[in-house]
């Protein structure tokens, strides 16, 4: 089924078509993490989990080549890790702990075994350094023309009220925990500098951007957002949090509106390109609000206060227009 | 975006390219039926879920047009249908009662925003229908070129421990609920007649056979499982339970290995059709097998009785030659 001139590494390896979907899960599952709260995992219709406190916290997303990763960028490693990273990430913004995964992974028949493989790894290495305890519970292989992964989180509130987009007030303090544009400006590198002559993602080209911006290209491929303190910033009572994915203004626009407040940022804890910190998206930070007064949690910065305008974001007192990312609107379609 | 001669009856419908996520999630969200163990539903970072006995089942499934469904044969709302009953059928099989489903639908931006619509309105009937106060409680949009639906599923055990497929023992009932061989007949009456004079997937051809054969071809692109009939099989001891969605014979070989029995199948009961009986998939039935000398649950019929022989299935105890699908190998790429 492979084409050994267009790729000459994978012409001795197995592909997809080459083996049952039982033999390809019975190489990935070993690989994958237990979860904690498993109390019964894959191989049967489903799996089931313990809700130690009567509830759970759940999300899903997807990612598909073209409009979410190229492969020329990404290595499988880093699908699956990202995969894992964006959607626990959900999770902590509630403020829950992140307990386990289920992955839906759709694929062309020419895909070689160590890219499903490289994708299983990369969730392993994602949950265990982002969320340990967290793993993989089930999941399911599908035949597709663009690689997609979809994944579903589950998570636990630990017997706290979960921390909605909804409960600022103001005089509340405005924090954010995690990495603020380094995803953007990496995203922004990659498509400058990781293509070739004619503009097509290249891996040449990005192997060599890695070896110059690595921490930038890896806070936009493989992020490290800072799943911890979701539980951590529940606990100290904060009073709304989101996770930031598409960009800080765009997602205070969404805690403002929600809440029915203004955020309003200082200047000064933008740093030196305010553009950047409030426009670059996917960098999974958590913004949240505090209690007036509040003693932040260590890892969250201050970044301004909640203000009484209703569903506003304001720089130093000044109403901030909003850019932003669309599934729709922004999609390119390469698939790269 | 659209191509007016193309797509000339949605030339003046807005597409997924015209609209915000937000604008389309606001269009979906009236839709969608609520779940009964819903705490916090769609519009945070997570939702959020009771689980009453302090567990719950979770089971997932990707749909992509090409391998799994046309367009020229699937109508949205049978696309909705269908992904919400696979997957519940996923929990039944457990012997759990469903909850409530999360779903991801990426779509090609040119997408008529009506074909979303009749997708949310065929997850809302077939949950009511099928699992009466089953919900959806969230989701997530993108943009792919090929229509595709991931579903993950919840359950409530009740209080009971899950059925698994490997708790089937020598001299059990084996009974099955559901139909068995339409969904497979209605699939063959499709590609054989649902195609233009060039073997296309044409929906002119589909809808005259829906005339002639609509239960057949339902039965394929709409299934009716027996949902309810998962927790009422628990409740009556079953031993052991799984969906039957590739076919009898392929789905009575995995009960028969992870429980180290035979399967064995009487002739007689398996109608005048055994091959299809055996063989057609995706009527998404529940085999499960009972003690010796049950008295079966309404809606199950005896279809044999396991017997000692490891890892086989057996028609009137000679062995039987398994065939089926693989969603690999069996792949054909075409997207209809």
Same mark, same amino acid.
């Given at each position: 089924m492979t084409n050994a001139a267009a790729v000459p590494s994978w012409a001795t390896e197995d592909t997809l078509a080459d083996l049952s979907e039982g033999e390809v899960l019975a190489r990935i599952f070993p690989r994958l993490p237990q979860a904690d709260t498993e109390l019964l995992g894959p191989g049967d219709d489903a799996a089931v989990l313990s809700a130690a406190d009567g509830r759970f916290v759940v999300t899903c997303d997807m990612m *598909?080549?073209?409009?979410?990763? %190229? +492969?020329?960028? &990404? #290595?499988?490693? =880093? +699908? !699956?890790?990202?995969? @894992?990273? #964006?959607?626990?990430s959900d999770v902590a913004a509630m403020g829950a702990r992140p307990t386990a995964l289920v992955v839906a992974i759709a694929a062309p028949p020419s895909t070689p *075994? &160590?890219? *499903? /493989? !490289?994708?299983?790894? $990369?969730? %392993?290495? !994602?949950?265990?350094? /982002?969320?340990?305890?967290? $793993?993989?519970? !089930? $999941? =399911? /292989? &599908?035949?597709?023309? @663009?690689? #997609?992964?979809? *994944?579903t989180a589950f998570g636990d509130l630990e017997g706290r009220p979960p921390v909605l987009r909804s409960g600022a007030r103001p005089g509340d303090v405005v924090a954010h925990a995690g990495r603020l544009g380094d995803a953007g400006i990496g995203l922004g590198l990659l498509f400058r500098f990781g293509v070739d002559e004619q503009g097509v993602p290249s891996r040449e080209q990005a192997d060599l951007l890695k070896d110059r911006h690595g921490a930038l290209v890896a806070a936009q491929l493989a992020p490290v957002p800072p799943i911890n303190l979701g539980p951590v910033a529940a606990a100290a009572g904060a009073t709304a949090m989101l996770d930031v994915s598409d960009g800080l203004a765009i997602d205070a626009g969404r805690l403002a509106r929600a809440s029915g407040v203004g955020i309003d940022f200082d200047s000064t804890a933008l740093g030196d390109n305010r553009e950047l910190a409030l426009g670059g998206g996917e960098d999974h930070g958590l913004l949240a609000t505090f209690p007036p007064h509040s003693s932040l949690p260590e890892g969250f910065r201050r970044l301004g206060a909640v203000t009484a305008e209703a569903g506003i974001v304001l720089v130093d007192g000044e109403p901030h227009t909003q850019g932003g990312w669309d599934p729709y609107r922004g999609w390119d379609g390469q698939a790269g």
């Amino acid at each position: 089924m492979t084409n050994a001139a267009a790729v000459p590494s994978w012409a001795t390896e197995d592909t997809l078509a080459d083996l049952s979907e039982g033999e390809v899960l019975a190489r990935i599952f070993p690989r994958l993490p237990q979860a904690d709260t498993e109390l019964l995992g894959p191989g049967d219709d489903a799996a089931v989990l313990s809700a130690a406190d009567g509830r759970f916290v759940v999300t899903c997303d997807m990612m *598909i080549q073209g409009p979410d990763f %190229r +492969l020329a960028w &990404s #290595t499988p490693h =880093d +699908l !699956g890790w990202k995969a @894992a990273a #964006t959607n626990l990430s959900d999770v902590a913004a509630m403020g829950a702990r992140p307990t386990a995964l289920v992955v839906a992974i759709a694929a062309p028949p020419s895909t070689p *075994i &160590s890219v *499903i /493989l !490289g994708i299983a790894d $990369g969730l %392993r290495d !994602g949950c265990e350094a /982002l969320a340990p305890g967290c $793993g993989v519970v !089930g $999941g =399911d /292989l &599908s035949a597709a023309d @663009a690689l #997609t992964l979809s *994944i579903t989180a589950f998570g636990d509130l630990e017997g706290r009220p979960p921390v909605l987009r909804s409960g600022a007030r103001p005089g509340d303090v405005v924090a954010h925990a995690g990495r603020l544009g380094d995803a953007g400006i990496g995203l922004g590198l990659l498509f400058r500098f990781g293509v070739d002559e004619q503009g097509v993602p290249s891996r040449e080209q990005a192997d060599l951007l890695k070896d110059r911006h690595g921490a930038l290209v890896a806070a936009q491929l493989a992020p490290v957002p800072p799943i911890n303190l979701g539980p951590v910033a529940a606990a100290a009572g904060a009073t709304a949090m989101l996770d930031v994915s598409d960009g800080l203004a765009i997602d205070a626009g969404r805690l403002a509106r929600a809440s029915g407040v203004g955020i309003d940022f200082d200047s000064t804890a933008l740093g030196d390109n305010r553009e950047l910190a409030l426009g670059g998206g996917e960098d999974h930070g958590l913004l949240a609000t505090f209690p007036p007064h509040s003693s932040l949690p260590e890892g969250f910065r201050r970044l301004g206060a909640v203000t009484a305008e209703a569903g506003i974001v304001l720089v130093d007192g000044e109403p901030h227009t909003q850019g932003g990312w669309d599934p729709y609107r922004g999609w390119d379609g390469q698939a790269g």
